[in-house]
């Protein structure tokens, strides 16, 4: 039986295309296990695979789609029987190996986890990788000594995909949340999530000389990175952490040693891509446990196949707000 998938091609010039085709299962990577594939998603990493160039892709013609759930077809591993609901999250899917734009994917077993109980295929996408990313960011705060009643808990870049989920999370676990965004037409789908106060970038943008401020931020999740991470670290309290999880404001860090030293702030680098096994599960776990599924919705841009190459553009620009949830199917 055929099915469909986004296939992006580079021609003799270097130039990609990106167009729904129909493909069949003898087409597909190697790997342990087939899965029907229910829903994916659209991440910044995404855009660059679809995009000019083909950014992250290795080899041609490719999938995208670094993250997917659905259910098992066919499994060569016993820990995964036909009918299994199951995500996928990281390890080069969509970038080295054929991701989820495709009605079928077929991977290794060990990059799997079961889908909790109580979470749909389509829940598990509204979350995503880019939530996945969020909760590992909140749980290596709360493992740095983040707890309630600390004080607010800053989330820079709040408007995309990782800052969402961790405004939701964060206030659902009962933090006062600071969301910062460039956008102040934002500003009421982030109050909606949670988030108590608004923090314009401007004013985490200003340039200041002194190595150290005020302490404001009793913990961080840092979607942006460069300078706008190193002017948070100034103003961090007394041994609280940042966890980044993002490269948007550049891989530099104009920053100085003396939060460090002065302040025992914490620099919490959070890695996505190729966690172990008994990371994502308890990550995957706490989701389903802890954020607040209700609040999903307000997140949520539903597309098709169809609507990629213009979502993958849309969000290279940063145009798009909150999770799109692809349904592979429609």
């Not at 493992?143 to 990782?162: E, S």
């Not at 990629?308 to 620009?317: C, E, M, R, T, Y």
């Given at each position: 039986m055929?099915?469909?998938?986004l296939?992006?091609e580079?021609?003799?010039?270097?130039?990609?295309s990106?167009s729904?085709?129909n493909?069949?299962d003898?087409?597909?990577?190697?790997g342990?296990?087939t899965?029907a594939v229910?829903y994916?998603?659209?991440?910044?990493?995404?855009g660059?695979c679809?995009?000019?160039?083909g950014?992250?892709v290795?080899n041609?013609?490719?999938?995208?789609?670094?993250?997917f759930?659905g259910?098992?077809e066919?499994s060569?591993?016993?820990?995964?029987k036909p009918?299994?609901k199951?995500?996928l999250?990281?390890w080069?899917?969509?970038e080295a190996h054929w991701?989820?734009y495709?009605?079928?994917a077929?991977?290794?077993?060990d990059?799997?986890?079961?889908?909790?109980?109580?979470?749909s295929?389509r829940?598990?996408m509204?979350?995503?990788?880019?939530g996945f990313t969020?909760m590992l960011a909140?749980?290596?705060?709360?493992?740095?000594?983040?707890?309630?009643?600390?004080?607010?808990?800053?989330?820079?870049?709040?408007?995309?995909?990782?800052?969402s989920v961790a405004?939701?999370?964060?206030?659902?676990?009962g933090?006062?949340?600071?969301?910062?965004?460039?956008?102040?037409?934002?500003?009421?789908y982030l109050?909606?999530?949670?988030?108590?106060?608004?923090?314009p970038r401007?004013?985490?943008?200003?340039t200041?000389k002194?190595?150290?401020?005020s302490?404001?931020?009793a913990?961080c999740?840092?979607?942006v990175g460069?300078a706008?991470?190193?002017?948070?670290?100034?103003?961090?309290k007394?041994?609280?952490?940042?966890?980044?999880v993002?490269?948007?404001?550049g891989?530099?860090?104009?920053a100085?040693?003396?939060?460090f030293l002065?302040?025992?702030?914490?620099?919490l680098?959070?890695?996505?891509v190729?966690q172990p096994?008994?990371n994502?599960l308890?990550a995957?776990?706490?989701?389903?446990?802890d954020?607040?599924?209700?609040?999903?919705d307000?997140?949520?841009q539903?597309?098709?196949?169809a609507?990629?190459p213009q979502?993958?553009?849309?969000?290279l620009?940063?145009?798009v707000?909150g999770?799109?949830?692809?349904?592979?199917?429609?």
């Amino acid at each position: 039986m055929g099915f469909k998938a986004l296939i992006v091609e580079k021609d003799a010039e270097g130039k990609t295309s990106a167009s729904v085709q129909n493909l069949t299962d003898d087409q597909l990577p190697a790997g342990e296990v087939t899965v029907a594939v229910d829903y994916s998603t659209v991440n910044y990493k995404d855009g660059l695979c679809i995009g000019p160039g083909g950014g992250l892709v290795r080899n041609y013609p490719h999938v995208p789609g670094i993250d997917f759930a659905g259910t098992v077809e066919a499994s060569e591993d016993a820990r995964y029987k036909p009918g299994d609901k199951v995500v996928l999250t990281g390890w080069r899917v969509g970038e080295a190996h054929w991701g989820g734009y495709s009605q079928k994917a077929r991977v290794k077993a060990d990059w799997l986890v079961p889908l909790p109980d109580g979470l749909s295929t389509r829940q598990a996408m509204a979350v995503g990788t880019a939530g996945f990313t969020a909760m590992l960011a909140v749980m290596a705060l709360e493992d740095h000594g983040l707890r309630l009643g600390n004080g607010p808990v800053l989330v820079t870049g709040a408007a995309g995909g990782v800052g969402s989920v961790a405004v939701a999370l964060l206030s659902a676990l009962g933090h006062e949340v600071a969301a910062v965004t460039g956008r102040p037409e934002t500003e009421s789908y982030l109050r909606d999530l949670g988030a108590s106060q608004i923090v314009p970038r401007e004013m985490i943008n200003e340039t200041v000389k002194r190595p150290l401020e005020s302490e404001l931020w009793a913990g961080c999740v840092d979607a942006v990175g460069g300078a706008m991470l190193a002017r948070v670290l100034g103003q961090m309290k007394y041994g609280a952490s940042a966890s980044a999880v993002g490269l948007a404001g550049g891989a530099g860090l104009p920053a100085t040693v003396v939060p460090f030293l002065l302040r025992g702030v914490n620099l919490l680098g959070i890695d996505s891509v190729m966690q172990p096994y008994e990371n994502r599960l308890r990550a995957w776990d706490r989701i389903a446990r802890d954020l607040p599924m209700d609040k999903l919705d307000a997140m949520i841009q539903p597309a098709t196949l169809a609507d990629l190459p213009q979502l993958g553009a849309d969000i290279l620009k940063g145009q798009v707000k909150g999770r799109v949830v692809v349904d592979v199917n429609g």
